[in-house]
Protein backbone atom coordinates (compact mmCIF):
# COMPACT_ATOMS: atom_id res chain seq x y z
CA UNK A 1 0.00 0.00 0.00
CA UNK A 2 1.06 3.43 -0.69
CA UNK A 3 3.81 4.83 2.14
CA UNK A 4 2.52 8.12 3.29
CA UNK A 5 -0.83 7.68 2.63
CA UNK A 6 -2.83 9.16 5.57
CA UNK A 7 -6.12 9.73 3.90
CA UNK A 8 -7.87 6.56 4.18
CA UNK A 9 -11.40 8.85 5.15
CA UNK A 10 -11.90 10.22 1.67
CA UNK A 11 -10.51 6.88 -0.20
CA UNK A 12 -9.32 3.85 1.13
CA UNK A 13 -7.37 0.95 -0.44
CA UNK A 14 -8.85 -1.98 -1.57
CA UNK A 15 -8.48 -4.68 0.56
CA UNK A 16 -6.66 -7.61 -2.06
CA UNK A 17 -8.59 -10.19 -0.92
CA UNK A 18 -11.65 -8.17 -1.66
CA UNK A 19 -10.03 -7.59 -5.25
CA UNK A 20 -9.68 -11.60 -5.53
CA UNK A 21 -13.71 -12.20 -5.01
CA UNK A 22 -14.34 -9.64 -7.50
CA UNK A 23 -12.39 -9.89 -10.29
CA UNK A 24 -14.75 -13.72 -11.58
CA UNK A 25 -17.66 -10.69 -11.89
CA UNK A 26 -15.44 -8.49 -13.64
CA UNK A 27 -15.25 -11.73 -16.33
CA UNK A 28 -16.49 -14.76 -16.53
CA UNK A 29 -19.99 -14.24 -14.49
CA UNK A 30 -21.38 -11.05 -16.43
CA UNK A 31 -25.04 -11.93 -16.26
CA UNK A 32 -27.18 -9.92 -14.85
CA UNK A 33 -28.73 -11.09 -11.95
CA UNK A 34 -32.59 -11.03 -13.05
CA UNK A 35 -32.76 -13.10 -15.81
CA UNK A 36 -33.54 -16.55 -15.69
CA UNK A 37 -30.48 -18.75 -17.20
CA UNK A 38 -27.75 -20.14 -15.20
CA UNK A 39 -24.86 -17.23 -16.32
CA UNK A 40 -27.17 -14.80 -14.47
CA UNK A 41 -28.01 -17.31 -11.71
CA UNK A 42 -24.77 -17.40 -10.53
CA UNK A 43 -24.79 -13.67 -10.03
CA UNK A 44 -28.06 -13.99 -8.13
CA UNK A 45 -26.27 -16.20 -5.73
CA UNK A 46 -23.75 -14.17 -5.59
CA UNK A 47 -25.63 -10.99 -4.83
CA UNK A 48 -27.42 -13.03 -2.47
CA UNK A 49 -24.55 -14.30 -0.75
CA UNK A 50 -23.19 -10.94 -0.34
CA UNK A 51 -26.28 -9.39 1.15
CA UNK A 52 -26.30 -12.57 4.04
CA UNK A 53 -22.91 -11.35 4.75
CA UNK A 54 -23.47 -7.36 5.02
CA UNK A 55 -26.51 -8.34 7.21
CA UNK A 56 -25.03 -10.86 9.16
CA UNK A 57 -22.07 -7.63 10.06
CA UNK A 58 -25.31 -5.77 11.31
CA UNK A 59 -26.79 -8.86 13.10
CA UNK A 60 -29.73 -7.97 10.90
CA UNK A 61 -31.64 -10.46 8.14
CA UNK A 62 -30.86 -10.33 4.52
CA UNK A 63 -33.99 -9.20 3.91
CA UNK A 64 -33.69 -5.80 5.64
CA UNK A 65 -30.45 -5.52 3.24
CA UNK A 66 -31.09 -2.99 0.54
CA UNK A 67 -27.86 -2.23 -2.13
CA UNK A 68 -27.24 1.06 -3.52
CA UNK A 69 -24.23 3.24 -5.10
CA UNK A 70 -22.86 4.40 -1.84
CA UNK A 71 -23.27 6.02 0.71
CA UNK A 72 -25.27 8.95 -0.53
CA UNK A 73 -27.80 7.10 -2.12
CA UNK A 74 -28.65 5.15 1.16
CA UNK A 75 -28.43 8.39 2.80
CA UNK A 76 -30.73 9.80 0.26
CA UNK A 77 -33.05 6.36 0.32
CA UNK A 78 -33.41 6.98 4.14
CA UNK A 79 -34.16 10.35 4.39
CA UNK A 80 -36.23 11.03 1.35
CA UNK A 81 -37.90 7.88 1.05
CA UNK A 82 -39.05 8.06 4.72
CA UNK A 83 -40.18 11.61 4.21
CA UNK A 84 -42.64 10.76 1.50
CA UNK A 85 -43.83 7.72 3.21
CA UNK A 86 -45.11 9.25 6.20
CA UNK A 87 -45.57 12.84 5.22
CA UNK A 88 -49.40 12.53 5.78
CA UNK A 89 -47.66 11.29 9.80
CA UNK A 90 -45.96 14.42 10.21
CA UNK A 91 -43.04 16.27 8.34
CA UNK A 92 -40.60 17.28 11.43
CA UNK A 93 -37.40 15.95 11.35
CA UNK A 94 -34.39 16.22 13.71
CA UNK A 95 -30.73 15.78 12.59
CA UNK A 96 -27.68 17.96 13.47
CA UNK A 97 -25.49 20.24 12.54
CA UNK A 98 -22.22 18.43 11.48
CA UNK A 99 -24.26 15.67 9.28
CA UNK A 100 -22.22 14.84 6.03
CA UNK A 101 -23.36 16.53 3.08
CA UNK A 102 -25.17 13.89 1.59
CA UNK A 103 -27.55 14.07 4.77
CA UNK A 104 -28.00 18.08 5.00
CA UNK A 105 -28.41 18.18 1.08
CA UNK A 106 -31.22 16.09 1.08
CA UNK A 107 -32.66 17.70 4.20
CA UNK A 108 -32.29 21.03 2.76
CA UNK A 109 -34.07 19.78 -0.30
CA UNK A 110 -37.07 18.35 2.08
CA UNK A 111 -37.03 22.09 3.49
CA UNK A 112 -37.61 23.08 0.37
CA UNK A 113 -40.23 20.38 -0.48
CA UNK A 114 -42.12 21.82 2.63
CA UNK A 115 -40.89 19.93 5.46
CA UNK A 116 -39.47 21.36 8.67
CA UNK A 117 -36.35 20.07 10.02
CA UNK A 118 -34.50 21.09 13.14
CA UNK A 119 -30.56 20.93 12.48
CA UNK A 120 -29.12 20.44 16.14
CA UNK A 121 -26.10 22.21 17.62
CA UNK A 122 -23.30 20.42 18.87
CA UNK A 123 -20.91 21.08 21.40
CA UNK A 124 -16.94 22.28 21.67
CA UNK A 125 -15.77 18.23 20.78
CA UNK A 126 -17.81 17.94 18.30
CA UNK A 127 -21.06 15.86 20.76
CA UNK A 128 -24.87 15.76 20.20
CA UNK A 129 -26.56 16.47 23.38
CA UNK A 130 -29.50 13.69 23.89
CA UNK A 131 -31.05 15.72 25.62
CA UNK A 132 -31.61 17.91 23.17
CA UNK A 133 -32.87 15.31 20.74
CA UNK A 134 -35.53 14.61 23.17
CA UNK A 135 -36.75 18.32 23.37
CA UNK A 136 -36.58 19.14 19.59
CA UNK A 137 -38.92 15.84 18.86
CA UNK A 138 -42.28 17.42 18.79
CA UNK A 139 -45.98 15.41 17.95
CA UNK A 140 -45.39 15.78 13.93
CA UNK A 141 -41.60 14.27 14.40
CA UNK A 142 -41.19 11.29 11.68
CA UNK A 143 -37.37 11.08 11.85
CA UNK A 144 -34.12 11.15 14.11
CA UNK A 145 -31.14 11.24 11.89
CA UNK A 146 -27.96 11.08 13.84
CA UNK A 147 -24.21 10.16 12.41
CA UNK A 148 -22.80 7.08 14.55
CA UNK A 149 -19.66 9.40 14.38
CA UNK A 150 -17.97 12.55 12.45
CA UNK A 151 -15.74 11.64 9.41
CA UNK A 152 -13.66 15.03 9.87
CA UNK A 153 -13.22 15.23 14.01
CA UNK A 154 -14.31 11.42 14.96
CA UNK A 155 -16.44 12.26 17.37
CA UNK A 156 -18.49 8.92 18.03
CA UNK A 157 -22.00 10.06 19.00
CA UNK A 158 -23.95 8.73 21.45
CA UNK A 159 -26.32 7.28 19.09
CA UNK A 160 -27.62 4.41 21.26
CA UNK A 161 -29.31 6.70 23.71
CA UNK A 162 -30.66 9.06 20.75
CA UNK A 163 -31.73 5.68 19.20
CA UNK A 164 -33.89 4.93 22.32
CA UNK A 165 -35.38 8.36 23.04
CA UNK A 166 -36.78 7.91 19.19
CA UNK A 167 -37.73 5.14 20.11
CA UNK A 168 -40.04 5.55 23.18
CA UNK A 169 -41.29 8.77 20.99
CA UNK A 170 -41.97 6.12 17.87
CA UNK A 171 -40.42 8.40 15.63
CA UNK A 172 -37.98 6.60 14.06
CA UNK A 173 -33.80 6.51 13.68
CA UNK A 174 -31.67 6.52 10.84
CA UNK A 175 -28.02 6.73 11.46
CA UNK A 176 -25.06 7.52 8.69
CA UNK A 177 -22.23 4.47 10.12
CA UNK A 178 -20.04 4.86 7.17
CA UNK A 179 -17.19 6.66 9.49
CA UNK A 180 -17.88 4.62 12.26
CA UNK A 181 -18.52 1.25 10.64
CA UNK A 182 -14.71 -0.63 9.98
CA UNK A 183 -14.26 0.37 13.77
CA UNK A 184 -17.26 -0.10 15.65
CA UNK A 185 -19.02 -3.16 15.70
CA UNK A 186 -22.88 -2.28 14.68
CA UNK A 187 -25.16 -4.90 16.67
CA UNK A 188 -29.12 -4.32 15.64
CA UNK A 189 -29.96 -6.99 17.77
CA UNK A 190 -29.46 -4.16 21.02
CA UNK A 191 -29.22 -1.09 19.17
CA UNK A 192 -32.82 -0.17 18.24
CA UNK A 193 -31.95 1.43 14.89
CA UNK A 194 -34.58 1.27 11.88
CA UNK A 195 -32.51 3.38 9.24
CA UNK A 196 -28.33 2.52 9.13
CA UNK A 197 -26.06 3.74 5.78
CA UNK A 198 -23.09 1.48 4.99
CA UNK A 199 -20.62 2.23 2.04
CA UNK A 200 -18.76 -0.14 0.75
CA UNK A 201 -15.25 2.03 0.29
CA UNK A 202 -14.73 3.04 4.08
CA UNK A 203 -14.68 -0.67 5.15
CA UNK A 204 -11.69 -1.34 2.46
CA UNK A 205 -14.22 -2.08 -0.61
CA UNK A 206 -14.63 -0.91 -3.80
CA UNK A 207 -16.33 2.65 -4.22
CA UNK A 208 -19.53 3.11 -6.08
CA UNK A 209 -21.16 0.59 -3.65
CA UNK A 210 -23.01 0.78 -0.51
CA UNK A 211 -26.05 -0.29 1.44
CA UNK A 212 -29.34 0.82 3.41
CA UNK A 213 -30.35 -1.71 6.70
CA UNK A 214 -34.09 -0.94 6.91
CA UNK A 215 -35.79 -2.51 9.92
CA UNK A 216 -38.09 -4.90 9.19
CA UNK A 217 -41.79 -3.66 9.46
CA UNK A 218 -40.45 0.23 8.45
CA UNK A 219 -41.82 1.24 5.12
CA UNK A 220 -39.83 3.73 2.93
CA UNK A 221 -40.99 4.84 -0.45
CA UNK A 222 -38.39 4.22 -2.83
CA UNK A 223 -36.49 7.38 -4.69
CA UNK A 224 -35.15 5.36 -7.97
CA UNK A 225 -38.15 4.04 -9.94
CA UNK A 226 -37.49 1.16 -12.87
CA UNK A 227 -37.34 -2.83 -12.92
CA UNK A 228 -38.11 -3.24 -9.35
CA UNK A 229 -34.57 -4.81 -8.34
CA UNK A 230 -33.99 -4.75 -4.82
CA UNK A 231 -37.49 -5.69 -3.51
CA UNK A 232 -38.76 -2.54 -5.52
CA UNK A 233 -36.32 -0.11 -3.19
CA UNK A 234 -33.29 0.36 -5.30
CA UNK A 235 -34.02 -0.12 -9.29
CA UNK A 236 -31.35 -0.59 -11.74
CA UNK A 237 -29.40 -3.41 -12.47
CA UNK A 238 -27.35 -4.58 -9.32
CA UNK A 239 -23.25 -3.92 -9.36
CA UNK A 240 -23.07 -7.58 -8.81
CA UNK A 241 -18.49 -7.74 -8.55
CA UNK A 242 -19.63 -4.29 -6.48
CA UNK A 243 -21.82 -5.97 -4.63
CA UNK A 244 -19.29 -8.99 -4.47
CA UNK A 245 -16.62 -6.95 -2.97
CA UNK A 246 -18.37 -5.28 -0.65
CA UNK A 247 -19.57 -8.65 1.07
CA UNK A 248 -15.88 -9.74 1.32
CA UNK A 249 -15.03 -6.70 2.85
CA UNK A 250 -17.60 -7.07 5.64
CA UNK A 251 -16.36 -10.60 6.33
CA UNK A 252 -13.04 -9.79 6.38
CA UNK A 253 -13.85 -6.90 8.47
CA UNK A 254 -16.23 -8.89 11.08
CA UNK A 255 -13.03 -10.98 11.43
CA UNK A 256 -10.60 -8.30 12.04
CA UNK A 257 -11.77 -5.41 13.34
CA UNK A 258 -10.17 -6.10 16.63
CA UNK A 259 -7.24 -6.38 15.24
CA UNK A 260 -7.70 -3.13 13.23
CA UNK A 261 -8.38 -1.29 16.01
CA UNK A 262 -5.29 -2.82 18.41
CA UNK A 263 -2.89 -1.68 16.10
CA UNK A 264 -3.85 1.83 14.40
CA UNK A 265 -4.93 3.38 17.87
CA UNK A 266 -1.65 3.71 19.17
CA UNK A 267 -0.39 5.01 16.27
CA UNK A 268 -3.09 7.68 15.90
CA UNK A 269 -2.50 8.31 19.52
CA UNK A 270 1.29 9.02 18.96
CA UNK A 271 0.70 11.29 15.71
CA UNK A 272 -1.95 13.09 17.72
CA UNK A 273 0.81 13.37 20.52
CA UNK A 274 3.07 14.54 18.28
CA UNK A 275 1.29 16.91 16.57
CA UNK A 276 0.34 18.83 19.80
CA UNK A 277 3.33 18.65 20.77
CA UNK A 278 4.13 21.50 18.30
CA UNK A 279 3.56 25.12 19.72
CA UNK A 280 -0.20 26.83 19.18
CA UNK A 281 -1.71 23.74 18.46
CA UNK A 282 -4.86 22.27 19.04
CA UNK A 283 -6.98 18.88 18.89
CA UNK A 284 -10.54 19.55 16.62
CA UNK A 285 -12.88 16.68 18.42
CA UNK A 286 -12.38 14.68 21.60
CA UNK A 287 -9.41 12.83 22.71
CA UNK A 288 -11.64 9.86 24.52
CA UNK A 289 -14.75 8.77 22.43
CA UNK A 290 -12.78 9.35 19.34
CA UNK A 291 -12.87 7.11 15.96
CA UNK A 292 -9.63 4.72 16.63
CA UNK A 293 -8.02 6.17 13.12
CA UNK A 294 -8.72 9.58 13.09
CA UNK A 295 -6.52 12.56 14.39
CA UNK A 296 -7.39 16.08 13.28
CA UNK A 297 -5.34 19.33 14.70
CA UNK A 298 -5.32 22.59 14.22
CA UNK A 299 -2.87 24.85 13.48
CA UNK A 300 -2.71 28.68 14.36
CA UNK A 301 -1.84 31.20 11.88
CA UNK A 302 -1.30 28.65 8.99
CA UNK A 303 -4.00 27.61 5.82
CA UNK A 304 -4.74 23.87 5.82
CA UNK A 305 -4.23 23.85 1.70
CA UNK A 306 -0.58 25.33 1.66
CA UNK A 307 0.03 22.30 3.88
CA UNK A 308 -1.51 19.78 2.19
CA UNK A 309 0.48 20.58 -0.43
CA UNK A 310 3.84 20.98 1.32
CA UNK A 311 2.64 17.51 2.92
CA UNK A 312 2.23 15.89 -0.61
CA UNK A 313 5.20 17.34 -1.68
CA UNK A 314 7.01 15.43 1.42
CA UNK A 315 5.19 12.09 0.25
CA UNK A 316 2.46 12.43 2.40
CA UNK A 317 -0.83 12.42 1.76
CA UNK A 318 -3.75 14.18 3.79
CA UNK A 319 -7.03 16.27 4.27
CA UNK A 320 -7.60 19.67 5.35
CA UNK A 321 -10.52 20.04 7.03
CA UNK A 322 -12.06 22.92 4.14
CA UNK A 323 -13.16 21.93 0.85
CA UNK A 324 -11.23 23.33 -1.62
CA UNK A 325 -12.77 25.18 -4.27
CA UNK A 326 -12.24 26.86 -7.57
CA UNK A 327 -12.64 30.50 -6.24
CA UNK A 328 -13.18 30.16 -2.60
CA UNK A 329 -11.41 28.53 0.44
CA UNK A 330 -14.22 27.32 2.74
CA UNK A 331 -13.57 26.56 6.29
CA UNK A 332 -14.86 23.19 7.47
CA UNK A 333 -19.21 23.69 8.54
CA UNK A 334 -17.84 20.80 10.86
CA UNK A 335 -15.38 23.04 13.20
CA UNK A 336 -17.32 26.03 12.42
CA UNK A 337 -20.75 24.39 13.97
CA UNK A 338 -17.98 23.07 17.00
CA UNK A 339 -17.27 26.75 17.84
CA UNK A 340 -13.97 26.94 15.73
CA UNK A 341 -13.14 30.49 15.10
CA UNK A 342 -13.47 30.95 10.80
CA UNK A 343 -9.81 31.97 10.69
CA UNK A 344 -8.66 29.28 12.93
CA UNK A 345 -11.06 26.47 11.30
CA UNK A 346 -8.34 26.75 7.75
CA UNK A 347 -5.20 25.53 9.85
CA UNK A 348 -6.60 22.47 10.11
CA UNK A 349 -5.06 19.01 9.00
CA UNK A 350 -6.79 15.74 9.01
CA UNK A 351 -5.24 12.70 8.98
CA UNK A 352 -6.67 9.29 8.73
CA UNK A 353 -5.42 5.72 9.22
CA UNK A 354 -6.45 2.28 8.26
CA UNK A 355 -5.76 -1.33 8.07
CA UNK A 356 -2.23 -1.00 6.05
CA UNK A 357 -0.62 2.36 8.01
CA UNK A 358 2.47 1.87 9.74
CA UNK A 359 4.61 3.34 12.10
CA UNK A 360 6.73 4.72 9.04
CA UNK A 361 3.93 6.35 7.88
CA UNK A 362 3.32 8.12 11.40
CA UNK A 363 7.45 9.10 11.60
CA UNK A 364 7.20 10.69 8.08
CA UNK A 365 4.44 12.54 9.38
CA UNK A 366 6.22 13.82 12.46
CA UNK A 367 9.39 14.12 10.47
CA UNK A 368 7.78 16.46 7.64
CA UNK A 369 5.45 18.76 10.19
CA UNK A 370 7.47 20.98 12.07
CA UNK A 371 9.67 22.71 9.44
CA UNK A 372 6.42 22.70 7.12
CA UNK A 373 4.66 24.55 9.72
CA UNK A 374 7.53 26.74 11.09
CA UNK A 375 8.29 27.57 7.12
CA UNK A 376 4.02 28.43 6.70
CA UNK A 377 3.65 31.13 9.79
CA UNK A 378 6.89 33.02 8.74
CA UNK A 379 4.80 33.52 5.49
CA UNK A 380 1.93 33.96 7.46
CA UNK A 381 -0.42 37.01 6.86
CA UNK A 382 -1.67 35.72 10.17
CA UNK A 383 1.45 35.78 12.13
CA UNK A 384 1.07 35.32 15.95
CA UNK A 385 0.14 38.31 17.72
CA UNK A 386 -1.82 39.87 14.87
CA UNK A 387 -5.37 40.57 15.41
CA UNK A 388 -7.45 38.61 12.94
CA UNK A 389 -8.52 41.20 9.80
CA UNK A 390 -11.36 40.45 8.08
CA UNK A 391 -9.91 42.66 5.42
CA UNK A 392 -6.53 40.87 5.17
CA UNK A 393 -8.96 37.58 5.29
CA UNK A 394 -11.15 38.28 2.44
CA UNK A 395 -8.11 39.73 0.21
CA UNK A 396 -6.31 36.56 0.47
CA UNK A 397 -9.05 34.96 -1.15
CA UNK A 398 -11.50 34.02 1.52
CA UNK A 399 -15.10 34.06 2.06
CA UNK A 400 -16.16 35.22 5.24
N1 LIG B 1 -21.33 9.71 4.87
C1 LIG B 1 -20.11 9.83 5.39
C2 LIG B 1 -19.96 9.91 6.88
C3 LIG B 1 -18.98 9.87 4.56
O1 LIG B 1 -17.75 9.98 5.09
C4 LIG B 1 -19.16 9.78 3.16
C5 LIG B 1 -17.96 9.83 2.24
N2 LIG B 1 -17.16 8.67 2.37
C6 LIG B 1 -20.46 9.66 2.66
C7 LIG B 1 -21.52 9.63 3.54
C8 LIG B 1 -20.73 9.60 1.18
O2 LIG B 1 -20.16 8.48 0.59
P1 LIG B 1 -20.19 8.30 -1.00
O3 LIG B 1 -19.50 9.51 -1.58
O4 LIG B 1 -19.41 7.05 -1.22
O5 LIG B 1 -21.58 8.21 -1.46
Redesign the pocket.
Given at each position: MTKGFLDY??GAPVDPRVVEAMLPFLTEHHGNPAVLHSVGDTCQQAVDAARERVASFLSAEPSEIVFT?????S?NLALKGTALRLRKKGSHIVSTEIE?R??ITPLKYLQREGFEVTFLPVDGEGFVDPAAVREAMRDDTILVSV?MA??EVGTIEPVGEIASLARERRVLFHT?A??AEAWIPIDLKTLPFDLV?L?S??IYGP??V?ALYIRKGVRVEPVMHGGGQENGLRSGTENVPGIVGFGRAVEIAEAEMDDDVSRVRPMRNRLIDGMLAMPDTTLNGPRERRLPGNANVRFAYIEGESLILSLDMEGIQAASGSACSAKTLEPSYVQLAMGVKHEEAHGSLQLSLGRWSTEEDVEMVLEALPPIVERLREMSAFKPGMEYDKEEFRKHGHED
Open positions: QSSGATENHSVQNNDVATSNDKGG
